[in-house]
Each structure stands twice: as C-alpha cells, then as structure tokens.
C-alpha cells in the first residue's frame, strides 16, 4: 500500500504530465499579495478621509484650500489675524500684507519701507453665510499685487437683517481709516472690493453717505469701489434670501443702491458674468446707466460664459483661466492713482 504522502506525489506527477497547472505554494507570494491589498485598502481610507473632511467645508473654503495648493506667486502673508473693530459683536478682521520677509503675523512694518495701497474686500454669501478666514485666496491674490488687504467679518442673517451689515461693514471701514497706517497702508489709496452681498455692502457704502457718516465719516477717503456681481436693482424681492434679509424693512426703496447714485460719488468698477442667473447682468448694466446719467464715474466689465460664482473663482490662481478678473480690478485701482 502506498502512503499518502507518496499517492500525493503520484496525483502532482500525473497531473503536470497531462499539462494541468497547479496552484502556487503559500509563502512569500501569498504574503506579497496580503501586503499589497492592505495597502490598497489603506489608500481608499486615505482619500475618502480626505474627501469627506475637503467637502465638509464650504465653497469658499475649498476654494482657498486648492488656492494654497498650488504654486505660489509671490511672498503675501498675513500681518494680523483676528483684530477686532467691533467688542460689541465680536467682529474682527484679517489683514494681509505684500511680502516683506520675516515670519507671518509679525506686526511690525519696516520703517524704511513706503506704505502700500489698501483694499478692504468684503465677502459674499447672500448676507447669511461666508467668514473672512474663507478667503485667504483673495488676501494673497491683492496683496500678491502690492495692496494691504483687509478682510472684515460682518453680522449675517438671522442674526441681523438690514441694515445691520451696512452698519458693520461701515464700522470696519472706518476702522481701516483710522489704523491701516500702523500696519503699512496709506490712509489716502483706499479701496473697496466685494463679491456678490459682499458687492452690495460696497456699493451701499459708496453710494449711500449715511453709513460712514454713522461712523463720523464721508466717503472722500474711498479711492475706489470694485463691485463683482453686485445686487444694485432688485425690489421687489423675490428670492427667499433678499425677502428674510430685507423684506422686513419698512422703507424698501432706502435698500436699493439704484436709488443713491450721485455724481459726486467714488469712482465705481462694476462687473458681472453675461451667464449669472443669480444676480443677474441687469443690475450692473441699470446701474452704470445711472451713472453716466449723473455725470458719475463708473467702468463696467462684462464677462463672458461666467456665472455668478466664477467671477469670484476667477480670483484664485487655478481658475484664472476664466476671465481677467483680477487684472481688470487691480487696472481699475491703478488708473486712480
């Protein structure tokens, strides 16, 4: 009788001379593939880790995210992070500065070193969302140009409806006026920026005097006004945002900017997508037509196959493709100099 170790041999004998192929021993192959599946199974955690944390965060906020991401183009940095201008509210703001060297938050300014031009960027979010700390991406990008950069928080809805905004953008305004000097801005070159809500804050403290007259002001420092995507026509109100943030207001005609234009006030730089449906290119185009009706300065810029959210994309180093936003605006400020 055979033993079973010697019929096994048998069978593995026959089996490769009728050509039959046998299965791989265990050992180092099988440990290999262990290894290598491990580690796959690994890298799936990795990125969807990754994934779920980049998308838990807001548009603006994955758009500054892949704005860090790519290469650098120039030495910007943050002078100043979380300065309040208003303890009542707790409104603070960031402020970015060209790159002068040293470490960032380093709140000295060279003495020997002339002070820069300033632009106060105000962010969108149909006045019930966005932060400043979401748009570093704009920070970097003006002051990458040679401008202090300031970036206010302002109350949002439903924590304030209008004119609470106003009544803090002015207040942060105000406060860039006063003490930019400090922090290596000019007092005398400043600008004012922002995107959609953002656009209309600036555009109402342009326009409206009221509000940094509030704060003991007028609107003669305001070099400038850059307004992207700016809501300046839009009552009745229709969407659900402009009615919770301004439906209230028992003057609705004293929310419209259309309705403060004068000749004497700052120059204005309007722009908008040809292909936003959000706020839409009529509000740009009625209100550059009041302008010129008065007699004001005013510079409009129409982009094409952009909509309400890439003129703002447009502003971060991957989406530059887009359009010549941020040329046309800093062209804009350099023409007031």
Known sequence: MKSSVQSTQDAKDDARSIGVSLPA????VKDFDMKLLATFGMLILVIGGFALWFFS???PKQLDMVDQAFPDEGTAKMLAKDIVFDAEHDLS???????????EGNLEWPEDVKPH?????IYGGGWRAGSKDEYGFAGRALSNRGYVTVLPDYRLFPNTKFPGFLEDSAKALAWVHDNIEKFGGDPKRIYIAGQSAGAYNVTMLALDQQWLGREGKTTDFIKGAAVLAGPADFYPFSSETTKQSFGEYPKPEMTQPINFVRADAPPLWLSTGVDDTQVEPRNSRTLRDRILEVGGEVEYA????MDHLEIMMAIAK????????????????????
């Open 57 to 59: 965060h807001t548009g």
């Open 302 to 305: 129409e982009y094409p196959d």
């Open 117 to 121: 031009p300033v632009v106060v960027f």
């Open 93 to 103: 703001l960031n402020i970015w500065r060209p790159g002068l060297g040293g470490a």
């Open 318 to 337: 991957p989406f530059r493709h887009k359009g010549p936003v941020l040329d046309d605006m800093v062209a804009f400020f350099e023409r007031l100099e």
């Open 25 to 28: 021993p265990d050992g180092p």
